[in-house]
């Protein structure tokens, strides 16, 4: 049967909720139905949240941060180890989400009115969801299909969990007996049926406990083999771990199973396998969970071809719009037919044999190719393999659906592409399934105009999605062009690689520098191994294995057991209360010490001298969060003062750090708590700004304008945003009128706290990246509502209180992003009165009349210009010398590198000599060195277009002069140095070389 995913994720929820409500007596105050927590883990121990129990750590160690002791999720989930079988396989995914029941304390009362639950109660409820008929609540499978996994002990067969095979005999015996019974129960071992894997006799330590899975027999089409054999037959639909051990002893070696006083249940199930199961579908990428999304994409290819006439050559995009033109005139409902889904061999054979000139529902433009004689298609050659053929363009498709759901949950839970973490791998992901989209035909940005049917299916159970769809949308966009280029310097710097091993005389390309490529340009291996096939080249597959085994292997991070980490921080939450925040009505208030912690250990006491972190019961001190510093200040009692250099935020616990400064300082004393208000107001006044800041560059540059980060402290303010090119100087002064008018409007900064879904429908804005709770705070500042966000930090109460506010630098931060410093209040006055000065003292040295001082200037540098032209005609330069060094350039990521070692040339002749070499205005470096009686001289141009790759001559001759014992410096654009010690002249050029060749093979 086809199945509603929304209906099935909502029935799963509705018939726990149920049961375990009816388990605790029918009186849980409230639903057990938890939302999905973020895609970003709680803590550093995994890049993504990969499994449903992320989000209930705390209340699994005792803690019931949720409180209550049973709940049902669906849960966002990423992981990617395995992300080369994505397509391939019929269950592979990146993103996919997970059901999940859970129980925190067997027979133990929430304060919910919700109770724990153990064995017997899970093992039931799971099968009866999975095989109670629809009309009752379940999912009707086929019983038949359905086996299921014990813990079969170790090697001995201790430690077997008859427990588990007991109530399954139970309940299975209802529906065979004898041999037939005991073949649906399999024991396997503690890799497969116990977690965390391996650890009786393998550690690590800690709470750990065996498995129940149960598997759905997919049939005789998918081989031979069964549950044991772990073959694709055989599919885990639902996993029950059983949490009712503590391990401890020697890590490798047999460990000790001590039985838990508090037994936890945790389940979780594949929702994608589940819909799978339901939909009849050939592979999890084939069901109805991805449908619209692969209609979609073929929607686009068909486009290419009905609208603008391109991509004839390319087979998907033939046959996406014969399907398409079919489609005009048969019944929408074929959408969902799954032998086209599939793009079924015999189908494509059928529709592709009406390519003739008299069908009359072919498109003009496929007429007209075909009449001219001009369509050169594959699937002309009588050899082709349709099967074959097809089967690549499923997975590329699958691949594509996959990915692109992938990116936009992660992008919508704020995390964004970038060159490290989570992001980075975010952003191999969207490289991926662009290559996968060219080769199916598409040349250009095509992923981002997919978001909004994600966001359509999955929207009302996810409504991050919609409120983040749009900076979604553009920033994958960002991301494609900016891989369009990226892929073209890496095809660049696999020439180059190419080019070296030609010259060694060999035919084969070494691994691990063609898995760099994919690391650090993204080219895959597919791209790679089509460039070498061109040139009679092969790859050395081992070494690309290896390469890649090896980053998988250092991807993975420790074993799963480390969600339940143990250590102070634990033990302060599982014993108190988070810390309550005064800060936004005080900077002064009185607060008991709760805890102290020193080098990662609790302390009853601490004295004089003593570095730590205290946490107290509430606080003014603000947090470290959402782009905002940390508060600074004391806290003082008696005649004790602990100087508090930070504070952080964790859990909604505050941590203030720092030193005693005299006195002691004992667990439940009561502090006076100061923050240093000065500070706290420049903070404030720069927060303020931000808002504002941000809002004028959506009015002067447009809502494109998303932000991608910030910083907000005493001195200034920092705020990354997407742009695609630098901001002039007018709308500088744009940006900076706006903010500045809304300042001396003065208007009240208002606050409210509300739901996020009502914040969104009062218009606020969500800054893009952000997590947010259950409450948002929403601050609305300037006249007619001109900034409205969703923020937790301080701000002034009226906008006047800023007083004045200036940029003081716009630069680039990454391909697509600019980043922009300012500041506000007594700084922004003290740096006008500073260029006032300058510029006082510019008419006093130019002597210019008022108000001419750029004509003056203009004046001079002509007479500079002038200067220059005189002394080349008069200069030693040769045509001869100037062809040396051209001869002797090299090509780096596609920017020409002219470097020279000269005797006896003069600063002004260098000058000149790298004003002829770089005459034609391509993307070129000119670096030159000259030796002469007791000194060296050293000079260093970029072309402009290099400066906004993050080159800058001021900084690697910087370091070039002291090798030859002098100084100096200069723009990012050109720079010269002097020294007295020619003879590190040579030391000096190659470091500069290392340096431009660093920098423009990682921009």
Known sequence: MKVDPNELRQRFLDFFDARMKEHAGGNVEGSLKLPSSSLQPPDKSTLFTSAGMHQFKDDFTGNLVHGTRAAATVQKCMRTPDLENVGKTARHHTFFEMLGFFSFGDGLDGPNGSKGFFKKEAIRWIWDFYTLPWEQGGCGLDTSKLYVSVYGGDENGEGKDEEAANLWREILGKHWSGDELEKRIFWLGEHDNFWPAGAPSEGPNGVCGPCSEIFYDLGEAYGEGDVETNGDRFMEIGNIVFTQYERSGLIPGKGTLTPLPSKNIDFGGGFERLVMVLDGAATTLDCGLFEAIRWKLRDLAASLVLEDGHALDSFYCTVST????????????LRSDQDLIALDTERVSNLMASLTETNSKLPDVLRSALRAGSFKSPWFDEDLNYGEWLSELRVREKRIGDHIRAVTFSMSDGILPSNEGAGYVIRRIIRRAFRDGSALGFDGPFLHKLVPVIVEHYGDAYPELKRNTSAVTATIKQEEEQFSSTLERGLQLLTGLIQEVEAKGERVLPGKPAFDLYQSQGLPREVVQDELAAKDMSLDQVGYDEAEAAHREASKGGKAAVVFEKGWFQEVKGKYAPTEFLGYESCDATAKVVAIARDGELFDIIEAGDSATIVLD??????ESGGQVGDRGSLQHDESTFEVADTQKRDDYFLHEGKLLHGKLRVGDE??????????????????????????LRTVLGDHVVQRGSEVGPDRLRFDFSHPK????????QIEKLVNEQIQANTDVGTQVMAPEDAQKAGAMALFGEKYGDKVRVLSMGR???SKELCGGTHVGHTGDIGYFRIINESSSSAGVRRIEAITGTDAYNLAAEEARTLAELHGLTKAQPGKIVEKVQSLIKEVKDLKSSAKKGSSVDAGKLDAIRKKAETISGVTVYVAELDGVEAPDLLTIKDALGQDGAPSAVLLGSRGEGRALLLLSFTKDLTGRGLHAGKIVGEMARLVGGGGGGKPEIAQAGGKNPEGLSQALTTGLNRIREALEKA
Request: charged share 25%; aromatic share 10%; glycine share 6%.
């Open 726 to 733: 630098a901001l002039t100087f007018d709308e500088r002064q």
């Open 671 to 696: 502090v006076t708590a100061r923050v240093d208000g000065v500070r706290r107001d420049r903070i404030r006044s720069n927060h303020s700004a931000t808002h504002l800041m941000h809002a004028a």
């Open 322 to 333: 014969v399907f398409h033109v079919q489609f005009q005139s048969e019944e929408s409902a």
């Open 618 to 623: 509430r606080t003014p001190f603000y947090g």
């Open 784 to 786: 007619d509502g001109f």
